[in-house]
């Protein structure tokens, strides 16, 4: 079918307001933003809401904390308008994304940087050793963990199709996020669950919040393939969890029934 279709279905609830709602400063809307997005957000990755559709959701309560008050009140008296609140809560969910950086190991940290700097594009090898050592880490370990090309003076990270296609829980999120995307692209659904019944771990998870993040960035710098990447990991995510829960279950039963054979034959033996 030759028709386009939403990735979710985003409905805010309109209340009427209190005659008697308060007024408040700008950096009150912020403070309070600051408190209420954040959880909103989190909830709404729980909820495996499509990164495509993560900014528009975060209107619903961005917006509900402008629209509780009668007035927001500028820095020189005059009333905020909607287009101003709206660029706030779009700043307060760039700086969301941000925060979860520093949950990386550091040589996640490190590609992240990179990649937003020049995506999987040459960068000069003491500018990429710079920004290394600002992460607490270094080109070489990088390019050892085979998630970097480094050679005659140029880096860059390597592409899906380049990196090691064996799953090393050592190596960090960022080479697990994108093996994750990478057998998504190749191998659908079962190839990304294959990875993941890998792991008793929360590793999948952090790989998945950081899959949010860069699709963010491939968003906002036009790299339309880069971006669809990673929505299509993510929206497939409750499919992929469940794919790896029945391949798990059915590993265990088959160790389970060798197990069981061996000390049959072991007690005939006897």
């Known amino acids: 079918m030759d028709s386009n279709a939403l990735a979710s279905s985003i409905v805010l609830v309109c209340r009427k307001r209190p005659i008697d709602a308060p007024m408040c400063t700008r950096r009150d809307f912020i403070n309070t933003l600051k408190r209420e997005l954040k959880p909103a ?30 007035k927001v009140l500028e820095a020189d008296g005059t009333p905020m308008s909607v287009r101003s609140a709206l660029q706030i809560i779009n700043q307060e969910l760039d700086l ?76 960090g999120i960022w080479l697990l ?14 190839g990304a669950a294959k990875i993941v019944k890998e792991f008793f771990t929360s590793e999948p998870e952090r790989a998945k919040a950081l899959a949010y993040r860069l699709f963010t960035l491939a968003e906002r710098r036009g790299w339309a393939n880069e971006a669809f990447a990673y929505n299509s990991l993510i929206v497939a995510w409750p499919d992929v969890q469940s794919r790896a829960a029945d391949l ?16 049959e034959l072991f007690s005939g033996e006897g």
């Open 248 to 263: 798990s279950a059915a590993w265990n039963n088959a160790e389970q029934t060798e197990i069981w054979t061996s000390g």
């Open 41 to 70: 957000l989190a909830k709404l990755q729980a909820s495996n809401i499509a990164p495509v559709d993560l900014a528009q959701s975060a209107i619903g309560p961005g917006m509900g904390v402008y629209s509780r008050y009668s």
């Open 177 to 190: 996020t994108q093996q994750l995307t990478h057998a998504m692209e190749t191998d659908g659904v079962d």
């Open 96 to 171: 969301y994304f941000n925060e979860q950086d520093g949950e990386l190991d550091k040589e996640s940290r490190f590609c992240v940087e990179l990649y937003t700097q020049c995506a999987f594009n040459d960068i000069k090898f003491g500018e990429a050793d710079v920004l290394a050592r600002a992460k607490n880490t270094s080109v070489d370990k990088l390019r050892a963990d085979g998630v970097l090309y480094s050679e005659k003076g140029v880096v860059h990270l390597l592409t899906r199709e380049d990196l090691p296609v064996e799953v090393n829980k050592d190596k």
